[in-house]
């Protein structure tokens, strides 16, 4: 079993849709929960970092951790094609972060 | 600006040749990150650096990678002897220290193809 499980997708919504993008882990050290960004031939841009269970919101993004499942998420409201990415989930317990293969989302107009 | 850079942004070479990579980091950043990402697939950890302690290589794939930092600044990634498999986006990240509450910035890569 992989540290940091992701579905690759692709998820395809239309415009205005509510996206769910998850992760499970395995390794209940992590502390440390990231969501990245990364559009094609770009870096990977933070999006959201947490260190704690519960929600954390920033504009249309919600950071939601539950540490008893071991499972994140990022909901995505009111999106947009600009949206359309690869969103990457990064956990980290020490200072060196494990990574999922990251979610290819497409929002269609 | 005031963010990861890295060169070239793109490099063809043949199979066989030696490459260097470079990284800039944020300035002020201690710690230095480089990745791999194949095609499709999530971040490889390769090495990482922090300050002046030794580096933590325990992600370099064979002996033909290497990498070096000096000090708190510049980094180079070099790939001796290239093979096909080694076609791959390198990404460089820093973050402010290794602590864990300190997230990673990322440049946007190095596009290597071996032919």
């Known amino acids: 079993q992989k540290e940091v499980e992701q579905d690759p997708g692709p998820l395809s919504v239309p415009e205005g849709a509510i996206v769910s993008l998850n992760c499970t882990y395995s390794?209940?050290?992590?502390?440390?929960f990231m969501w990245y960004r990364q559009y094609s031939r770009k870096g990977p841009e933070l999006l959201m970092y947490t260190y704690s269970s519960g929600n954390k919101e920033d504009g249309r993004f919600t950071a939601q951790v539950d540490k008893s499942s071991k499972y994140i998420s990022l909901f995505i409201r009111d999106s947009q094609p600009s949206d359309s990415a690869t969103y990457l989930c990064?956990?980290?317990?020490?200072?060196?972060?494990?990574f999922g293969r990251g979610t290819s989302l497409i929002v269609h107009p | 600006g005031a963010g990861v850079s890295q060169s070239p942004s793109n490099k063809v070479t043949e199979k066989g040749k030696d490459v260097e990579l470079r990284c800039d980091p944020i300035?002020?950043?201690?710690?230095l990150y480089w990745y791999r990402q194949r095609l499709g697939q999530g971040l490889e950890f390769l090495i990482y650096?922090?300050?002046?302690?030794?580096?933590?290589k325990s992600g370099l794939p064979s002996d033909r990678f290497s990498a070096e930092r000096t000090g708190e600044s510049v980094s180079t990634l070099t790939i001796q002897r290239t093979q096909q498999e080694d076609s791959a986006v390198y990404l460089c990240a820093s973050s402010l220290t290794q602590g864990g509450n300190q997230p990673q910035h990322f440049g946007d890569g190095t596009r290597l193809s071996i032919l």
């Open positions: 990064a956990i980290r317990g020490s200072y060196i972060p494990t």
């Open positions: 390794n209940s050290a992590f502390q440390y």
């Open positions: 300035s002020g950043h201690t710690a």
């Open positions: 650096f922090q300050g002046n302690s030794a580096p933590d």
